[in-house]
């Protein structure tokens, strides 16, 4: 539900707003819309064509009933759910439950009426083997989730949890709290869901994990936390409609991608801030980091040549990060674009009561009220010290608003994967690193590059170590 | 209580470890010796002349005594700690207190033995507000952590706990619930908690925020959730006397610095990623992106010269942010130095059950060593596509060896602001904002910066904005 739409200004990125070396010009900016329109267009032909399947899940309603209709066959009361995946599998349901759930379920205090969300995404044993000292397992769920279905971690923790769950349950039982979330055919997690009886729910096979939180990745997460799922894709949906536009400045997420890709390679800005002015948002800003940095960074282009390219995105968090990070982004280097992320009408506030001293001049505003002068301020001295900025505005963070924020970076990022001439969809990079693990933890295939490593290992000298 | 020290590898930023390319020769980094050597004495002439206090903190077990003390002056039975503070005031406490207490503390699950810390550091009223609805005043105690006693955030937020606790108690129970932790002398803090009788602690007036976590910014938090606080100084205190050795390779924190300055110099190695192996150090990285980007980002250097400098730095987990970031570390521009920090033996851990299918070779293994093996696959992949790391060892995760990593990047945030030739202890960038955040909220003598904002605004063209 919603009357006013999230607006992006973007005035303080162009010269007008910051002058000509911290802002584009107008004429820089139009000579973009060409190679805009492209991008839209190609966005859109892969869409209708089946290559790109995440511009279509916000009007996919259909998992909203297949979502449902998991809730009801899993037991009707439960204290705990547990999020096992790892990356795009783990980090929009966490942006989806701090936005979207209250502050209490995060601190665990108070009643509730929804279980408790879990998202231990990490093969780091030390909260995982702390909760299932204390986790009742008649009343938890583990949601399993991975599109490929070989996350190593992801395989790991399930296997931990299937025993924990064996060990306390029959099998009968066990089957009703095990759901996998993963690609619709192919896989060893469909496989096995398949051969358990586990509930399961879809990934279409054209959507990346990244780019995944408006299927049932998030969406079974956000119900089970209580959120309203309709209105989340509905905002998306929303938004969707918006990004359709191949006019570049009619379109916000081809404004915000334009932007800074401009702002990349005609101004040499390579960092990009993601800095909302709002707790709530602080897992958003790591979800946005993911997908900006796993998208964009790419050592080919799509002419296939070698470019070792993309911008570096970094998390930030009003008006905390003032007192962090703002002091590099005031005086380092002009290498960034900061988004500033505002909420106008907070879901809470409190009132500062009146004192003598020196602080008596804050008596009778607000907290959100402070923070929000605090952004202001910020945004104004970097500007005038020309520095550009954009700001992102939310009148207040609901389901349909989060959803239409979401969509917006997801857009943004696909049209900025055009810009830059790369392909947003893959992710080459990580399987070395990948490799090289399951050699050294023995698995078969991987003997050589085990003793690879250990060969190079051997020839490291050792005279590089400070002890 | 320790025996093996926290090591320093840095083979994988040598030129024989990564090629010449991603790597320093020898001779590069033994051509910074004599610099290293100045800026070691350098940093021991200030803190001979009082004008460092960081340095000293570790081996001032008075300040042990004074913190006990406050403790005890507090009301015995304790649920729940404020921490108001902001920054320098808040990362430190934080880093502490996830690293060192258990996982059920932060989420909130399970019996306690010690009462319960929250950081509520931000403006941003949402988590104070559901806080202050449940906890309760007489079982609660509230830290007001603020150096000068002005940090806006910090005295709204004590203004709002003090008209909740005077709600609910007689002053004299008020009294013992409210510690300030600010300047020995001076401030609107000091001022206040001697007129009204609480509890107050020092931190030393030539020990800046961001280095102040060994003082009782960082002790009191610590003692309350529980952790070993002689330990905790003693390993710092070791880790000060490794750092005082003037020949760059034999002293860690001269190692870190010189590389990672280097590196940025010679091979254009602006971004500094901390990775941790481990979920308890998460805030840890942050601690450390604050330390690294406020002291090294800087508009004019030592000579006075406008330089506008600074790594930037960025935080990150492993294994998770194989599955977020590190695309963008193996293939982007190489442009960044990754630390990765170890720890060898964790606090707790979990076996993989034995299994058929995809997942087998897992059997037997733990989630540990899995962690390990990813870690150590990352590392050597990156190695061998030339992109260059740093690798620190922890033994294990306890308050000694805790103390002696927050030490080391202390000291190497020094060294490295002393061969950049800036000032690393200042932070005269965030005060435009500041002001102009004071105009907007109508403090006495802003009054002008509210006006030339608002004319600010009303010039700017209303076309850049998508809505």
Not at 12 to 24: H, I, N, S, W
């Amino acid at each position: 539900m919603n009357d006013s739409p999230i607006t992006v200004d973007y005035a303080l990125a162009m010269a007008e707003g910051v002058g000509p070396l911290g802002g584009l010009r107008d004429e820089e900016l139009d000579a973009e819309r060409p190679a805009f329109e492209r991008a839209a267009k190609h966005v859109a032909a892969q869409t209708s064509d089946g290559t790109l399947g995440f511009w279509n899940l916000p009007a996919d309603t259909e998992q909203l009933r297949q979502v449902r209709d998991v809730r009801l066959a899993l037991p009707e009361r439960l204290h705990d759910v547990l999020v096992l995946g790892i990356g795009g599998s783990s980090l929009g349901g966490r942006a989806i439950y701090q936005a979207l759930s209250g502050p209490l379920e995060l601190v665990g205090i108070g009643k509730r009426t929804h279980p408790r969300l879990h998202f231990p995404d990490n093969a780091d044993p030390w909260m995982l083997a702390a909760l299932l000292d204390v986790l009742t397992p008649a009343a938890t769920v583990v949601l399993v989730v991975s599109k490929s279905g070989g996350t190593i971690e992801t395989a790991a923790q399930l296997l931990v949890l299937k025993h924990w769950l064996q060990s306390a349950l029959p099998e009968s039982e066990v089957q009703k709290r095990i759901v996998a979330i993963t690609d619709p055919k192919q896989g060893s997690l469909r496989e096995e869901a398949v051969a358990q009886g586990w509930p399961t729910l879809s990934v279409p096979s054209n959507v990346g994990g990244r780019f995944s939180l408006l299927s049932p990745v998030g969406l079974l997460p956000a119900l089970l936390a209580g959120a309203d799922i309709d209105d989340l894709l509905q905002g998306a949906h929303a938004m969707a409609q918006r990004c359709t536009v191949t006019e570049l400045r009619n379109n916000p997420a081809g404004v915000l991608a334009a932007v800074h890709v401009l702002q990349h390679r005609l101004r040499g800005r390579a960092i990009n801030v993601m800095m909302p002015y709002c707790d709530q948002l602080r897992p958003f800003a790591a979800w946005y980091v993911q997908l900006w940095a796993e998208s964009l960074g790419k050592r080919v282009n799509r002419a296939g040549e070698v470019v070792e390219q993309g911008p570096t995105p970094i998390a930030a968090v009003g008006a905390t990060d003032q007192h962090a990070q703002m002091q590099l982004f005031m005086e380092g280097p002009r290498d960034k674009v900061v988004t500033f992320v505002r909420v106008q009408t907070p879901s809470r506030d409190l009132v500062i009561p009146e004192s003598k001293g020196a602080a008596a001049y804050l008596g009778g505003t607000t907290l959100h009220a402070l923070l929000e002068a605090e952004r202001e301020g910020t945004t104004e001295a970097l500007a005038m010290d020309g520095r550009p900025s954009l700001t992102v505005s939310l009148p207040r963070l609901d389901a349909w608003h989060l959803g239409a924020l979401f969509f917006l970076y997801e857009a943004a990022t696909a049209f900025a994967g055009e810009l830059y001439g790369i392909n947003a969809f893959d992710q080459p990079g990580v399987e070395l690193g990948k490799r090289l693990a399951y050699g050294l933890l023995g698995r078969e295939g991987f003997e050589r590059t085990a003793q690879e490593i250990r060969t190079r290992e051997a020839k490291r000298p050792k005279r590089y170590t400070v002890r």
